[in-house]
């Protein structure tokens, strides 16, 4: 049987309306975007640009993802008291130190403060003990220095059992 369209009416009609669907579909999908940029703009007004300047700087990243500065952001917010005005703090002490080697330069409670957030990058949590709360596992900067060789706890990088073989060498 040929299906070609000029002998089938009803083939034709069935590709007008798959694309009126895709249409439909792309229209409705493209006016979602201006709705992404308001709730990212919106996040990155909740987060003072002090908190974001002093997590490069200590964390030596020229790009944080913002949905975890802010989650970091308000954890640190929710578990310390003062935690604002210490960032301020910790931010203007970097500022009069414009090395790489401020850490020893800083004030206790300003080096605590620094402590405190690359705690928080670095591990993915935010707190001790009970209190203690996950913001992100995957994405903690610990395993960014080790991924070309091994992949977080709990994520299976190959089959079942594959721990029983030789490993192989990346990079060699």
């Not at 002490?93 to 620094?114: G, I, V």
């Not at 709360?133 to 992949?151: D, G, H, I, K, P």
């Amino acid at each position: 049987m040929n299906n070609d369209s000029s002998k089938n009416p009803s083939s034709s009609h069935d590709k007008t309306r798959r694309n009126i669907i895709k249409g439909l579909a792309s229209t409705s999908l493209l006016s979602l975007f201006p709705t992404f940029n308001v709730i990212a703009d919106s996040l990155r007004d909740d987060v003072p640009d002090a908190f974001v300047s002093v997590s490069k700087a200590l964390t030596q990243r020229d790009v944080l993802p913002e949905m975890l500065v802010q989650r970091f952001y308000q954890a640190l917010q929710a578990t310390h008291r003062g935690f604002a005005q210490q960032v301020m703090t910790l931010e203007q002490e970097m500022n009069q130190f414009k090395t790489q080697n401020f850490a020893d330069k800083l004030s206790p409670e300003s080096q605590q403060t620094a402590k405190t957030i690359l705690s928080a990058w670095y591990t993915g949590i935010v707190g001790d003990g009970p209190e203690a709360q996950v913001v992100t596992y995957r994405n903690a900067f610990e395993f960014s220095a080790v991924e070309e060789v091994l992949t977080p706890r709990s994520y299976c990088p190959n089959k079942p059992g594959f721990w029983a073989a030789k490993p192989m060498e990346k990079n060699a």
